[in-house]
């Protein structure tokens, strides 16, 4: 395939992606006919909303972000510089440092090598007091009389020699075991497998949150994928990611398929999961701006 042909490459349509694998392509039409309607992504009525504002994958250019929406806490995913230098970071920590938001926590990304090197990555953090940092580690914070604990991870599955990775074939170097029972809001730099991911999640952060079922899962990595998803942690769930890992047959696509139609609420323990990946397109051309979720 020459370069041009690469960079104007169309989609697939709807029926080629049909006959390629019939199975899994109603799975998904089925699934997110309810995990995505917008209605899942709202907050009790009875008190007033935590705003958190979702943010990933910058690259250096969150400049080009413009002003970011209002809220309580500002999250960013990881990935927040294109090549991981020193100045890179020092750059990006600045910009976020100076956002209105009360609380600001952010974790690494597969390209901030900067923040890999324990030496380097004090330097920079003792140098803006106001940001919450991230690595394997959980923090609580407060919002009006409300306490959130957070848990954030900046690895992922290894794909070339990248910062903060660890090999997809000994997923137990993740450490996902160790995320608490009792998190609400996580922040992992690459999304759970089948959610948000476009085929490239890891399946033991998909077995850890199926433990932890925070009321909030944070997310970026894979640019193609950004979303929100509502994950209600049901029969229907399961049916479809073992339909996705090519471990269910046409019986788990009816489950999938009732579990649509008859469970049409959000459970009282599902998890809100957002891949909030700001660039986007085939060159990261796009630059797209933050998710806001209120819980």
């Not at 009525?45 to 958190?52: F, K, S, T, Y």
């Not at 020092?90 to 974790?107: E, G, R, T, Y």
């Not at 020699?161 to 450490?175: G, I, K, L, M």
Request: aromatic letters at 8%; a neutral charge; charged letters at 20%.
């Amino acid at each position: 395939m020459s370069l041009d042909a690469l960079l104007h490459r169309r989609e697939p349509t709807a029926f080629e992606l049909f006959t390629q694998d019939p199975l899994r392509f109603l799975a998904r039409k089925a699934y997110e006919s309810t995990s995505k309607r917008p209605e899942l992504v709202a907050s009790s009525a009875d008190r007033v909303p935590v705003r958190i504002v979702c943010i990933s994958d910058t690259h250096s250019q969150h400049a080009q972000l413009g002003t970011l929406p209002d809220g309580d806490i500002l999250i960013h995913a990881g990935d927040l510089t294109h090549s991981g230098t020193p100045e890179e970071v020092h750059d990006a920590l600045q910009w976020l440092a100076s956002q209105p938001h009360p609380h600001k926590i952010f974790i690494a990304g597969n390209h901030d090598h900067a923040l890999s090197d324990e030496e380097t990555r004090a330097t920079l953090l003792h140098a803006f007091p106001g940001l919450v940092y991230l690595q394997q580690s959980a923090t609580t914070i407060a919002v009006r009389e409300r306490t959130f604990r957070i848990y954030g991870s900046p690895l992922t599955p290894a794909h070339g020699s990248w910062a903060f990775q660890y090999p997809r074939a000994s997923p137990a170097q993740a450490n996902w075991d160790s995320i608490p029972s009792d998190t609400d809001i996580l922040v992992t730099h690459g999304p759970p497998m089948h959610h948000v991911d476009k085929g490239s999640g890891c399946a033991a952060l998909l077995s850890a949150v199926w433990k932890v079922r925070p009321r909030l899962h944070i997310c970026g990595h894979i640019h193609a994928a950004r979303g929100v998803e509502s994950l209600s942690w049901t029969r229907a769930q399961a049916a479809y990611e073992r339909i996705l890992a090519r471990k269910g047959g046409w019986w788990d696509l009816l489950v999938v398929f009732f579990g649509g139609v008859f469970g049409r609420t959000l459970a009282k323990d599902s998890t809100i999961l957002v891949n909030a990946a700001s660039l986007g397109g085939f060159r990261d051309e796009q630059v797209r701006g933050a998710i806001v979720i209120d819980l």
